[in-house]
């Protein structure tokens, strides 16, 4: 996705905000890295728009607060296919 850099932080801002997205699903819609949707979603925006920063931090620390359950939830799946004597 190459674009005006400022034009992609505010476009993954709206994403992450309007779909409370974490960081690997945003970087995977744009086409970018982690790396970049981190340094675009604390630095780049930070200097561009601190109330749309602080709605994007809200939801960032409520999935980094959720990810353990999300892990645990994704290896449950894998491995319910393969074990059913648990059900």
Wanted: charged share 35%; aromatic share 6%.
């Amino acid at each position: 996705m190459k674009c005006n850099i400022e034009e992609r932080v505010y476009e993954l801002a709206a994403y992450i905000i309007d779909t409370r997205a974490t960081v690997r699903a945003a970087a995977k819609k744009f086409g970018i890295s982690k790396s970049t949707v981190h340094k675009d979603l604390s630095e780049r925006l930070k200097g561009c728009s601190r109330t749309l920063y602080e709605s994007v931090k809200e939801v960032l620390e409520e999935n980094k607060a959720q990810r353990h359950l999300r892990g645990g939830l994704a290896t449950k799946m894998k491995y319910k296919g393969s074990d059913k004597s648990e059900d």
